[in-house]
């Protein structure tokens, strides 16, 4: 079955930048919605931003006006720009994404293997 892959992550200072992106591991026709979640010692998963095929964004509350998620249909890619990083931001961080037959909400049919991002001080 198709899973995510993921790339970019890694080790960088505070208030760098890090680009992940996402992409199929097999050949896939689309998918519907998609987004980023993260996880940090000792926290519940958290989405931190979603986007809808059509390019609807929203994001939570911690990485508003530093985080931008994008996609590429044609490549059935996802992408989590992140600047002014914080120690906080230091999780490893899921893309998910849905069947193009879903509706409504991030239903998760489809995970990457996660990959951590460390912000150090």
């Known amino acids: 079955q198709v899973q995510l892959v993921e790339s970019g992550g890694g080790l960088v200072q505070a208030g760098g930048s890090l680009r992940l992106s996402c992409a199929p591991s097999?050949?896939?026709?689309?998918?519907?919605?998609m987004g980023w979640y993260r996880q940090a010692p000792g926290k519940q998963r958290e989405l931190v931003a979603a986007i809808t095929r059509g390019g609807i964004t929203n994001y939570a509350d911690s990485v508003k006006g530093r985080f931008t998620i994008s996609r590429d249909n044609a490549k059935n890619t996802l992408y989590l720009q992140m600047n002014s990083l914080k120690p906080e931001d230091t999780a490893v961080y899921y893309c998910?994404?849905?069947?193009?037959?879903?509706?409504?909400?991030?239903?998760?049919?489809?995970w990457g293997q996660g990959t951590q991002v460390t912000v150090s001080t």
């Open positions: 998910a994404a849905d069947q193009l037959s879903r509706s409504g909400r991030l239903w998760g049919d489809y």
């Open positions: 097999r050949s896939i026709f689309g998918f519907s919605d």
